[in-house]
Structure formats: structure tokens, C-alpha cells
T-cell receptor
Framework: DAMVIQNPRYQVTQFGKPVTLSCSQTLNHNVMYWYQQKSSQAPKLLFHYYDKDFNNEADTPDNFQSRRPNTSFCFLDIRSPGLGDAAMYLC?????????????FGDGTRLSIL | RKEVEQDPGPFNVPEGATVAFNCTYSNSASQSFFWYRQDCRKEPKLLMSVYSSGNEDGRFTAQLNRASQYISLLIRDSKLSDSATYLCVVNRSFNQAGTALIFGKGTTLSVSS
């Protein structure tokens, strides 16, 4: 039944070692989002794809990249994770980007940095 | 001023109590408003959309005051299962790429027996 699926649920990586988080959706939604959420903080939008059009938030570090090879999949690449990147990473989708539609979230990937 | 501000709480209430959460937003051009619920270490889930005329879903009532840029959520007859963090969410336009949803930090509710 899961419509937005994130893998893995928990990811542990070493300081500076590249890591990729994945998200897939069965909703056929045009828009996919990546958020970072740290403890007791609001989800913070990193970037989103409208179809193949990539949109980066102004304050998203260059260390974070994303790929969307097709409608169903979207990846978050962290090139050189630092201790400050430990967080929950949430993928979400929406039917359009008007903002009038709610977003559907995956379960998240909790990233730990050693 | 933050785009979306909420009282973080925590709100500690007994079962059966009525509790209200408030939220203010800074972008007067915002058109869409939502309340999401987030359980500990889980993803946010849509609780309800907020409409200009106010709307109700069972024990939950949402109100919007555009003039004051203020949104509220009222929970009546609180249940233990209502314990969670409630996120106020507002859309904003950004450049020509569409809109994004901006999340408040959330208000934590703890309902006790």
C-alpha cells in the first residue's frame, strides 16, 4: 500500500563518505521533494523536481545533489557527509506544484554519521 | 520574522480536554494552508486542509484569518492517540518554478489519562 517508499529506513555512513538515499513513488505525481529534518525542527526543503525540472533552495549546501532518472524515482546524494548532516531525510510527492495540493511523505531515512 | 511560526509547547492536557494551537505566517500571498501531524520519529501526515470559511473534521476544527495571517487548530475531546506534534504548513510562491510548502516547527501535544 505504501505509495512513497524510501530506502533504506536507517543509513549509517562515515564522515566524508558519499551516500545515496532513494525514493520511489507509485502515485505518478509530477513533483518530488527532498526535505531534511533535524530533531525538534521543522522539515527543511532542500530541493524539488517538477517533472525533470530541478529546483534548488537557495540555502541548500552544494554537498547535496539530486537525480530524478524517471517519474517514479528520485535520489539524494550527499557527496561528503559531515556530522551536521545527521538528520531524517524525507521524500515527498505532490500532484502539481500549485501548492494547493497536500504532499505525501515517505517514511523517511534516518542518516547517522560516524 | 520566520515564514511560519508556532508555539512549540509542549501542551500537556488530560483526556477529554479541548486544546487550541495557533500559527502565524508572514507571506500575505500564501493561498494554501494545512495542518500535518507527526508522530515521534515518523513522517508528517496530512491531518486536514484549512479553508477560508473554516472547516471541521470530527473533533478537529481549523480556522483561517487572512487579515491577521493566522491559522488555528482546535481539538475537542482529546484522546491519548492525539499525542503528537502538529505542524502548521503554508504554501509560498518562489520564482517561476511553482510553490513550496513551508513547515512550522510544530506544536507538541501530550494527552494523559
Amino acid at each position: 500500500d505504501a505509495m512513497v517508499i524510501q530506502n533504506p529506513r536507517y543509513q549509517v555512513t562515515q564522515f566524508g563518505k558519499p551516500v545515496t538515499l532513494s525514493c520511489s513513488q507509485t502515485l505518478n505525481h509530477n513533483v518530488m521533494y527532498w526535505y531534511q529534518q533535524k530533531s525538534s525542527q521543522a522539515p527543511k526543503l532542500l530541493f524539488h523536481y517538477y517533472d525533470k525540472d530541478f529546483n534548488n533552495e537557495a540555502d541548500t549546501p552544494d554537498n547535496f545533489q539530486s537525480r530524478r532518472p524517471n517519474t517514479s524515482f528520485c535520489f539524494l546524494d550527499i557527496r561528503s557527509p559531515g556530522l551536521g548532516d545527521a538528520a531524517m531525510y524525507l521524500c515527498a510527492t505532490s500532484r502539481d506544484r500549485t501548492g494547493n495540493q497536500p504532499q505525501h511523505f515517505g517514511d523517511g531515512t534516518r542518516l547517522s554519521i560516524l | 520574522r520566520k515564514e511560519v511560526e508556532q508555539d512549540p509547547g509542549p501542551f500537556n492536557v488530560p483526556e477529554g480536554a479541548t486544546v487550541a494551537f495557533n500559527c502565524t505566517y508572514s507571506n500575505s500571498a500564501s493561498q494554501s494552508f494545512f495542518w500535518y501531524r507527526q508522530d515521534c520519529r515518523k513522517e508528517p501526515k496530512l491531518l486536514m486542509s484549512v479553508y477560508s470559511s473554516g472547516n471541521e473534521d470530527g473533533r478537529f476544527t481549523a480556522q483561517l484569518n487572512r487579515a491577521s495571517q493566522y491559522i488555528s487548530l482546535l481539538i475537542r475531546d482529546s484522546k491519548l492517540s492525539d499525542s503528537a506534534t502538529y505542524l502548521c504548513v503554508v504554501n509560498r510562491s518562489f520564482n517561476q518554478a511553482g510553490t513550496a510548502l513551508i513547515f512550522g516547527k510544530g506544536t507538541t501535544l501530550s494527552v494523559s489519562s
